[in-house]
């Protein structure tokens, strides 16, 4: 899913000239090798980030606005890092529940393109160098 949706959207960002045409390049470059080694799908809340987690009084945690879908789940750990509001605590517990496949880390430009083309579309090129950036990332390390 995540591959089918980079292009259009990149295409689209730079029809609106939010984005230079070099970006289109790096896109068509992206292959099924960039996401990581396969893995089953998990229901994911696809719009994982600081502002749709709420802390309780007891300090209990809360996840809201879900767009909650069937994904890779580094998609939402990628989410978590792009806006921060996930402390080093999170992954640690992540990691020792649920391990996540060794190189993720460099994986996480790959699951924020998404998410950074939305942003792009609707709030401008406030969100270009990001985007651009990982899409470098994408490509450069793991071709």
């Known amino acids: 899913m995540v591959l089918n949706r980079i292009l259009p959207l990149t295409q689209q960002a730079i ?15 992206i292959r ?8 089953p799908p998990t229901v994911v809340h696809g719009d994982l980030w600081a502002g749709n987690r709420m802390i309780d009084a007891a300090g ?4 809201v606005d879900p767009s ?16 921060g509001g996930f402390g080093p605590a999170v ?13 993720w880390q460099q994986r996480i430009p790959v699951f924020q ?11 401008g090129s406030g969100y270009a160098a990001s985007t651009m950036q990982a899409l470098h990332a ?3 390390d793991r071709s």
Do not use: K
């Open 15 to 29: 029809s609106t000239g939010l984005l230079a045409a070099e970006a289109a390049q790096l896109a068509s470059a």
């Open 32 to 39: 099924p090798h960039h996401l990581g080694p396969e893995e």
């Open 60 to 63: 209990v945690n809360w996840l």
């Open 68 to 83: 909650c879908h069937w994904g890779h789940r580094e998609q939402d750990i990628a989410m978590m890092h792009l806006f």
């Open 91 to 103: 992954m640690r517990n992540y990691e020792q529940i649920f391990p996540l496949a060794a190189g």
């Open 113 to 123: 393109l998404v998410p950074l083309l939305v942003h792009v579309l609707l709030f």
């Open 138 to 140: 994408t490509v450069s």
